[in-house]
């Protein structure tokens, strides 16, 4: 198969997963008025690979498979791949009008990683955790699957450990093992599109200490497994009105709380089981590839900041107005700023043991950071330019 | 009568004003699931006024009418009276949980504002403003009304004066001069709390040129006054459940399009009626008041964001992180400037030739400034020691 | 005697003190090239008290003493009195061009820590240090004493108390209690005006535990008393000329590092003498004060920023540009920020025991803090409007 | 010859140049106390190309000429050279304690600059200017000349055009033409190095008007010109001492006022004569390589504020103050925000007509945008960290 259609994708979500949203079991997710925007948003992925226009860069031709699979899924060996990735990051949200996809590329950043510490675990500890890895990866490619991460925990205390919190639970962990596989137990907040994708990669929050050997697991997970249950965030829903809310009304990421209510994951499925050294290092890892996928889908938004405001000055009258110039202008260092730090970590990217090559850390930990650290004063200064009217308008 | 319960102010709403909602006509303003909201947080203004904890501050024994009336309609004539006014104003927006009432604060400074200025024009132009405004002032106090003021126009290209505009229509207008008052055409943006107050005030939004005498216009009328029409913004609106808007569930300001579709304003409620070169003083010096008003009512709301970063770092365990510790001191640096330099400019106020005082202009400025300036980020400090939980989180 | 003339002044200074500087011991003070610029610079505190201009403010008729003298020896009662402060340290910073005098204003800082904290001291431990004080101060008023402070200790690691430095003596400690006095030994680093003062009153530099008990110590001591050195500091000397250097040639401060040589202190000027206990709010009551000083001599500086680039701005032709404007609004936010909380902080001071009152320490501490935060930033401004020729000019 | 050593360096500066300093001539500028300081800091640059450990980077063999010379001349090319030459200048840099050379870097910039706007103006105008440029070029590479460049003109009122001053010599001018040259008179202000090297470029300062012909010009001149006068800058001069100036006591740099008292230049050595409609590209591109230089040697400086911060920070006993941690890490940030995004304009540089790139424009300015922006700030963190002793401590 390896490259599948929109109308697949939807399909394929048809298959009993559990979804609570406003304390009511959602039947059909891609049905669903509120949450089928989600879906509807999501499935550009799977267009973009089917449009002429842009399959070049969404498509690869895997030379072991020997087929075309979806460009995410490569892993990434040269700046030149760094850059594809940034690309196609960048111009689906763009297309998606500033709302990043997210089905395949934080998934993607989670195989990365993992990827790279498995290949660690294993040589310490005799395991086989990378070759279970490739096994998944490779079906990601043939199928096509749509990828949800699940890491951050529900965590309770920030300052202690999960094996000295007040409840066991605080953090997803395994609660028996069995030949075949474990059963874990626990739930991860805000997990990503999980409602709309194939699986979900499930991978530990923070670094352990020796103690807390339970909770350092990381796996993948059909998102229909008995015992999965998310429940979908009302945030942002509904938005009153597509005049009111352009972006919004169409464009929509779905953040779940996702339960394992004892889910037993079988054993090619597990990626880390108990050696909670690398917890640390894995958590670590995945966040250097996915900061550097966020820094590719920031830009697009901070260029529709630009070009509202720009906007907004000309329907005001303002645009030569100093102060105008001025505010449009910072936006546009804010901007290139993040743009530009986001490249120069793809240039100077860091070749590992592998073969595989890491975005440069300071660089993409920079970008993040100044797209952070600016984000609010950004948006003042759009509303600056904008007026009162945005709070205040009459409806259409 | 001089002060009114809040049943009586409620009663007094139902005149047959004419109010626009999401494209339909409100017929009762009170009962209105939504609107409604904002008409109970307003009455806390009349509950006040009877609560004998709070009486002394928010009632005024006026020497003149010899009776009770609220002590917003004292012109300040001294620091003691604007630090009263302070007081009334932050006590009133912290009891409703950082939202100001706003029914009688703006409209009490049109009021000095038009005291001022009206002396001038009289003295200038031998007109009788002065005294229309005092018999103004007067029934306001005696049917303790309640007031909201339409300064700003909708304005068309900011760059241009009225007279300049693409369309007459842009700033509201005299069409019309009768011997018994004038005619009045236009509209006026986003008014606060038009729908539920007993007059509206209109000034001029700015400086306007010798071409512009039309646009020179300040008035008093009822909200029920022919021609006057209001169409409610329906931004806010609904919050989806208590549990996620604790404050804006129960606490709203309402904001209209004030159209004035030739509406008749009879002589004794006009202040204002041609003499351009007053236009801008006049606009100015409500903003003189109004600004001290706006750094008045903006502390609660900084004190609210101290108090719910510091509960939140408690819940994340996190109370004692350096980062905390320096987040919760800029937020109270940042409320501390706002409300010191509001105080300062009450204490350096400057007296009037009427006996008036004005909260000294640079320090109310400074004020504003600092809380402008400076709200995104704070809001940043609170939304980094919250977490993603409240953008993710899940249903009641 | 009360009130000396300049010459006074500089007559008591030949002493037989103990000053070095770059190497070399200074004999004439009054006399040196380079330092003398300090002398002259403070001696127009002892003019401002002679001149018919300044004399209502600068002098105060003692009801005790019956007989006038130095304002600054007031201990502040009231709001009126800490304003009347603020108007002698602003006025004469801005006399000298926007350089402070600092030889009554931070000595009478101390006096009044001294006498809220002894007051305290003597209740707790029946200690008659209160009745020193007094009488220093009458001293002080009646021979129109010049005054340093040497509170900050060389203190060696930050991290630790005196007692566990690697080094005994990096605190001023007593190394001898004798029946008639207390005998010293250690350095205070950066005393200001050190070298041309009457008298210097030691202070501890912070909080101490109960080991720290022979560095909790205060006293006031005449400078040329035995075994106290002066080091002075030759930073920022000598300027080279008049013309790059206007102020800097003519006003300056010497800081010195005061070494104690085994000084002997009598009984009557010791003021705290091992209550560990009192160091820390000793320490932190001088400061409240000291710092209500600071942010009353900052203004002039701020404002010569402001003066300097408007005068630059119209040099270069540049004084309508909007950066220009925009830069300028931004310096007198900067400089009325700091002013306008400061006397925030005199309206707001808060009444002690004693009669006295301390300014409002939160304020005080929001306007030092402005003025902080914001200086390098201001000062950049100014450059920026300069251009490069501040730094390339060639010579006379 | 091609390479020269720091000896024959300094020989060629003894050709009867005109230096002013401090009011007097200057014999010998090599011997000279304070100046020599300048000769001694650049002759690094002849030293590097000697050095074998250096000579790769900063040698280069020129294909046309066959022989090795400077890799300063040469016309960047690719990423790689635009590389080469960030690499030179930030290693120079930072053997010179962060004080930059400048002696080829700048210099070059103008050669670059004049290699594309030359053809231009050629191919417009049919002149011969690039032929020249490259004549020049090769006698830079084979005597290895080192360069000054003085654009900035005095300017008088900087709203107005040269044409538009009140004097007309504010701005350098060509004030006759002959068969075989002109003849210019100006002054140029704050041209670095000029006393030290062997020939000075001069480029218009910004775009000019068909009314300012006289002053659209460009050449080359050596420093010893009859009629050049330099009149070098006194400011940073003398340092008190190398204890309390370790950096400026030994690495300097000296601008000078540069009169042009009616100097005859050669038409072999014109660059630009009339064209005025290139003078702003070429003011403009000169500054798009020179930024570029300017980003490649700040990050030096950088690094040394951050090292310095961490040797004090570890001096003072607070290396582990969150405070010092949160101001390192914001120093970090700066220095590598820079460093990369220099980078990044590398990366990303712009292919020319000529073969030549330039560093892409946008990410060269944020660079220059973000070192200027935070400099100042950045100078607060490192002070802050080292407390009071660097300007009150005593001396050596
Ligand atoms: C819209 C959205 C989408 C997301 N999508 C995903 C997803 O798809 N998959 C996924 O796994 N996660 C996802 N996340 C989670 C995201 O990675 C986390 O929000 C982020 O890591 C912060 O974690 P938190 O929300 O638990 O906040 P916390 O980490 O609890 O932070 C709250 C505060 O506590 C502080 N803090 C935390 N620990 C300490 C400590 N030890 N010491 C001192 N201070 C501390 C923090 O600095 C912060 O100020 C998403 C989040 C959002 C908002
Ligand atoms: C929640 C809310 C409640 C309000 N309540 C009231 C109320 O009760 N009564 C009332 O009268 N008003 C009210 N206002 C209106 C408020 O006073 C205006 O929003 C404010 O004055 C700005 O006007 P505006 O929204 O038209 O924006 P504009 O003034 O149009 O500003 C938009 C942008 O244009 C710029 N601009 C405008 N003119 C120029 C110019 N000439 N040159 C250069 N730049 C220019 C501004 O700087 C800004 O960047 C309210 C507004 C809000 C948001
Ligand atoms: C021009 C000038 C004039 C002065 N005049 C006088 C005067 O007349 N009399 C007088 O007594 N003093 C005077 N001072 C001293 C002044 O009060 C001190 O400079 C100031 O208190 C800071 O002390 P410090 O210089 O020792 O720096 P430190 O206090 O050593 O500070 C250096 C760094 O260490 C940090 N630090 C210090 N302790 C800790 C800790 N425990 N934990 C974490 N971080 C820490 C600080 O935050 C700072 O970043 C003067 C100073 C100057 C610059
Ligand atoms: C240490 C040092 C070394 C230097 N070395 C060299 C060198 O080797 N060669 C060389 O040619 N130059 C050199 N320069 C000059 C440098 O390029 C200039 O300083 C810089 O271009 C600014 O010019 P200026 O100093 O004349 O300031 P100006 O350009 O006069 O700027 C002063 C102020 O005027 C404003 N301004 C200027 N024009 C306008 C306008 N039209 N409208 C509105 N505002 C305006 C500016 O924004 C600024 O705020 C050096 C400068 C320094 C400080």
Not at 57 to 85: A, G, M
Not at 138 to 166: H, I, Y
Not at 367 to 394: E, R
Request: aromatic letters at 10%.
């Amino acid at each position: 198969m390896a490259l599948r259609s929109p109308a697949e994708f939807k399909e394929g979500l048809q298959d009993g997963r559990v979804i609570y949203y406003k304390g009511k079991q959602i039947k059909d997710i891609v049905a669903h008025e509120d949450l089928g925007i989600g879906v509807e948003h999501v499935s550009l992925d799977y267009e973009l690979a089917e449009n002429p226009e842009h399959r070049d860069l969404y498509v690869w031709h895997d030379p072991d498979l020997n087929q075309p699979c979806s460009r995410y899924f490569k892993i990434p060996e040269t700046t030149e791949d760094l850059l594809n990735r940034r690309r196609m990051i960048e111009e689906s949200t763009r297309l998606a009008d500033a709302v990043v996809l997210l089905i395949k590329e934080i998934g993607s950043d989670a195989i990365f990683a993992l990827d790279l510490i498995t290949n660690k675990v294993d040589s310490k500890f005799g395991t086989e955790y990378r070759n279970r890895l490739r096994a998944f990866l490779e079906q990601c490619k043939v199928n096509d699957f749509s990828l949800a991460v699940a890491q951050t925990d529900v965590k309770g205390n920030r300052s202690l450990l999960p094996s000295d919190q007040e409840h066991a639970d605080y953090y997803v962990r395994i609660v028996e093992e069995r030949a075949d596989g474990i059963v874990v137990r626990g739930a991860k907040a805000h997990t990503t599109c999980a409602p709309y994708v194939d699986r979900i990669i499930v991978l530990p929050t923070r670094a352990f200490g020796e103690n807390d050997g339970d909770y350092a697991v990381s796996f993948a997970v059909p998102v229909n497994a008995p015992g999965l249950k998310l429940i979908a965030s009302p945030f942002g829903s509904p938005p009153i009105s597509s005049f009111h809310h352009p972006v919004s009304s169409r464009h929509r990421m779905i953040d779940t709380l996702t339960v394992f209510d004892d889910v037993f994951i079988p054993n090619e499925n597990v990626f880390l089981k108990g050696e909670w050294q690398y917890a640390g290092p894995l958590a670590n890892t995945f966040v250097e590839y996915h900061r550097f996928t966020a820094v590719s889908y920031k830009p697009p938004l901070c260029d529709l900041f630009i070009g509202a405001a720009a906007l907004l000055a000309h329907y005001n009258g303002i645009a030569k107005a100093s102060h105008v110039r001025d505010k449009l202008t910072k936006l546009i260092t804010y901007t290139e700023t993040v743009r530009g730090l986001s490249l120069a970590a793809a240039h100077d990217c860091l070749k590992q043991d592998t073969g595989a090559v890491v975005p440069d850390i300071t660089k993409t930990n920079l970008a993040k950071y100044h797209f952070a650290n600016g984000y609010h004063q950004a948006v003042s200064w759009v509303q600056d330019i904008a007026g009162g009217l945005v709070v205040t308008g009459p409806d259409e």
